[in-house]
């Protein structure tokens, strides 16, 4: 992901509609890019401040996007987690499959 489409998702992410791979992808640029950092503290404390401003909340806005930016790396490791058992167990299944028709035959 280069500079570009990061900047083009940032409303995505500050509206938690990134899937999965997308989400990945923008964190581990995000990660290494310090521009992009702060080009999404810039726009998620402008967005957020100006919606809690019209209804009148208190906000602490860093805390949420600390909370946001953890969220997202949590929702990645799990997603990571849950594809790698599933191809564990696809393996399994596989050499159950195998087992079974060898046995069979002989």
Do not use: Y
Not at 5 to 15: A, H, K, S, V
Not at 45 to 60: H, I
Request: aromatic share 10%.
């Amino acid at each position: 992901m280069d500079c570009k489409d990061f900047e083009r998702l940032i409303p995505d992410f500050i509206g938690e509609k990134l899937d999965f791979l997308t989400l990945e992808r923008f964190r581990a640029h995000m990660d290494h890019c310090e521009n992009c950092k702060e080009e999404l503290v810039i726009q998620f404390l402008v967005s957020e401040a100006m919606q809690r401003l019209e209804e009148g909340d208190a906000f602490d806005l860093q805390g949420e996007l600390d909370h946001r930016l953890f969220e997202a790396k949590r929702k990645v490791r799990f997603h990571k987690v849950f594809l790698r058992v599933g191809f564990c167990l696809e393996i399994l299944v596989a050499l159950a499959v195998i087992g079974a028709a060898v046995w069979i035959l002989l």
